[in-house]
């Protein structure tokens, strides 16, 4: 296997234009990589551009701070379950890892799996 078949070509700058995405899923066709990674919003976008190619589509949850609520999260695992996402990244609540409540990262990550599972 080679080397461009273990990356994500990722795009997540709040900036990102249609354009952008449209250039970021053409390149990981053209250089066969494994899955462009994008933020919810261009999940329908990505898609539909890689919809004949093998790449893969990853989607972030919670990006960038991981500071929202947990139902916040779930609904957008949701979302990109239901827009073909075939890869969650999630960002965990680095506040709660600073203050040890390591139960309530561990509960998340566990909600936010059911939800990948379910889909």
Known sequence: MHLNHYIDHTLLKPTATEGDINALC?????YDFY?????SCYLPLAKEILR???VKLAAVIGFPLGAMATEAKIREVEYC???GADEIDM????GWLKSGRYKEIISEIEKIKK???KG
Do not use: P
Request: glycine share 0%; proline share 0%.
């Open 26 to 30: 053409n390149e990981a066709v053209r």
């Open 35 to 39: 899955a462009v990674c994008v933020n």
């Open 52 to 54: 004949d190619s093998k």
């Open 81 to 83: 379950v239901a827009h």
């Open 91 to 94: 960002v965990i609540n680095l």
């Open 115 to 117: 939800v990948i599972d």
